[in-house]
C-alpha cells in the first residue's frame, strides 16, 4: 500500500525530487603513496629499498628523498637497520642481475637499477626472510 500511495504522489506531483548531485571527490595526495623506507627493525623496508634504487621518490625518516637527474651526484644512505620479508635482492640492470644482495632460496625481489644514476646503501644491518610486522 505505502509503493502504491508513493507512485501515485510520484504522478501528482511530477516525479520523484531530484537526489542532490554530490561533489567529485577531492584526488589524495601524492605523498600517501610514496613508499618508505622505516630503518626500525620492525616493517618490511623492501618496498621503500626498491623504489630509493629505482630512483623513484622515497621517504626516510619523514624527510622525501626526490628521484635524481643523469648525471646527478651519487645518493648515498649510510648505516640502516633494514629489515625485509624476501630473502634476497637482486639488482638487473641491461636484463643480467648484476648483484645480490642476501642469498639464494626463497622469495626474492627483483629491482631494475639505471647505472647512470648512482644510488647506494653502504653499512647498517641488513636483515632477510625476517618476521614482520603487519
Same mark, same amino acid.
Given at each position: 500500500?505505502? !509503493?502504491?500511495?508513493?507512485?501515485?504522489? +510520484?504522478?501528482?506531483?511530477?516525479? =520523484? /525530487? =531530484?537526489?542532490?548531485?554530490?561533489?567529485?571527490?577531492?584526488?589524495? =595526495?601524492?605523498?600517501?603513496?610514496?613508499?618508505?623506507?622505516?630503518?626500525?627493525g620492525? +616493517? +618490511? +623496508?623492501?618496498?621503500?629499498?626498491? /623504489?630509493?634504487?629505482?630512483?623513484?621518490?622515497?621517504?626516510?625518516r %619523514?624527510?622525501?628523498? =626526490?628521484?635524481?637527474?643523469? %648525471?646527478?651526484? /651519487? &645518493?648515498?644512505?649510510?648505516?640502516? $637497520?633494514? !629489515?625485509?620479508?624476501?630473502?634476497?635482492?637482486?639488482? #638487473?640492470?641491461?636484463?643480467?642481475? #648484476?648483484?645480490?644482495?642476501g642469498?639464494?632460496?626463497?622469495?626474492?625481489?627483483?629491482?631494475?637499477?639505471?647505472?647512470?644514476?648512482?644510488?647506494?646503501?653502504?653499512?647498517? &644491518?641488513?636483515?632477510? $626472510?625476517?618476521?614482520?610486522?603487519?
Amino acid at each position: 500500500m505505502k !509503493r502504491l500511495l508513493s507512485r501515485l504522489g +510520484d504522478f501528482l506531483f511530477g516525479g =520523484p /525530487a =531530484p537526489s542532490p548531485q554530490r561533489p567529485a571527490p577531492k584526488p589524495l =595526495p601524492e605523498i600517501l603513496f610514496t613508499p618508505v623506507i622505516f630503518a626500525n627493525g620492525r +616493517d +618490511d +623496508d623492501a618496498e621503500g629499498f626498491k /623504489a630509493f634504487l629505482e630512483n623513484r621518490p622515497v621517504i626516510l625518516r %619523514g624527510t622525501l628523498i =626526490p628521484p635524481d637527474v643523469k %648525471g646527478g651526484k /651519487a &645518493c648515498t644512505l649510510r648505516g640502516l $637497520n633494514l !629489515r625485509f620479508s624476501c630473502g634476497s635482492i637482486d639488482l #638487473v640492470a641491461g636484463g643480467d642481475v #648484476v648483484q645480490r644482495i642476501g642469498f639464494s632460496g626463497g622469495r626474492n625481489l627483483v629491482v631494475f637499477v639505471d647505472p647512470d644514476i648512482p644510488r647506494c646503501v653502504v653499512g647498517g &644491518c641488513y636483515r632477510f $626472510n625476517a618476521e614482520v610486522e603487519p
